[in-house]
């Protein structure tokens, strides 16, 4: 596909998602009670096919309780980002509901550890609590990483200068928000990032030269700061959203009096959106969805490894067809478009296509010089109960190509 056809695709309509996910009146986007009239009975995942296959006779069928726990376990291989070669991964998802399901979203545990079977392993930890009533949400991310990989350096940087950067990575992120009014939530948060035993893995490379840039480039960097975040959000599923708009904005103030390195501060703005194509068939997916964000730090003084880049996204699903880290500046901008779609009736297998495109600062005009990627996937479902997908997507950009596993979808 052409470069010129793939920006056309994703950027024109993608700079109006901010706008149209918070310009309807969240209760014309979904239904509050959109999960009830779901009707999985008809639907078939892995976990039917298994029962059917050893012959387990389903027990006696008993109400369904608002507090049923579902999980979602899933060992698989794929290929790491970042130039460290294929890894192990176990991924692990559960879903309850703390509240009646009319009015409560599904809280929600995912844990990923992986192992390459060399230097580079990692735990991370990422929840969703709801309160009942959706009167509280309680986000959580916590991760311990040994985590080589490469970097090209600021802006866009030359394909072939890159350096083999290894450090170690501990993250604690805490988020409590309260309700405003329907769907609308406002709270603080508190932010640890420490990077330690940072160094290139080639001798002949001193990182800060290579980077040109000198915080957070040899040794260690130690971010610890304050939030303020708002949140907008009318899906009742985020492991496979369901019509509606999502919104995030983060507000991160770092301070030396909280144990810091230096002071600085940095802007998280994300945009999401979910068009049903179908409407009158509940079981049938069919959507198109939307995703922008844009990232940027202030004063100066940020460490190097928390600067915005490709792929570090608080969940790291960005950027697919495009190897993480690959761009880095001090702001980055990043649009997504996706078609998803059931291939059988039953809901067993879909397929999805997708294109993306990134910029940065320092590579040329920072609205006009983008890097656009674009794939396909298959989906294949793993939990009707908690609507878990496997996902499988390809992707490609300019001199690069990978795929990509996933236990539920991108965003």
Sequence with gaps: MHMKLIRRLIIYPLLLVPGIGLAQNANTIIPPNEQEKKDTARQTD????????????PGKIE??????????????GTTVPGGTGRALVTSTTAGVYLGPRRTTNISTASFAPYWNFGARFGLPLRTSIWLPENSWTIQG?????????????????????????????IRFYQTALKRIKPYLYAGLGYN?????????????INLTEFTNYPYGTDGNSFASGISLNVLYDTR?????????????????????????????????LDARKYVYMNPNKKNQQNTLA???YFWTVFDGKAPYLDLPSIGWDPNNRSGRGIDQNRYRGRSLMYLESEYRRDITNNGLLGFVVFANATTVSGSGSFLTSWHPAA???????????????????YGVSKGFSSVFLNLGEAF
Excluded: C, M
């Excluded at 298959?378 to 878990?388: C, G, V």
């Design 46 to 57: 892995l976990i039917d096919i298994g029962k059917a296959f050893f012959k387990i006779k």
């Design 192 to 204: 640890l990032d420490y990077h330690f035993n940072i160094k290139s893995d080639e001798p002949d």
């Design 141 to 169: 991310d916590t991760r311990f990483l040994v985590y080589p990989q490469y970097t090209w350096g600021l802006g866009t940087g030359a394909a072939d200068r890159r350096s083999f950067v290894n450090y170690k990575y």
């Design 375 to 393: 794939g396909t996937g298959l989906r294949i479902k793993f939990n009707k109960a908690s609507n878990t997908n496997i996902g499988i997507d």
């Design 63 to 76: 109400a369904r309780t608002d507090k049923r726990v579902t999980f979602s376990f899933l060992p698989f």
């Design 236 to 268: 009742n599923n985020a492991i496979n959203p369901l019509p509606g708009a999502y919104f995030n904005g983060v507000y991160r103030i770092n301070a030396t009096a909280l144990g810091s390195n230096e002071s600085w501060r940095s802007l998280y």
């Design 290 to 292: 939307f995703w922008s």
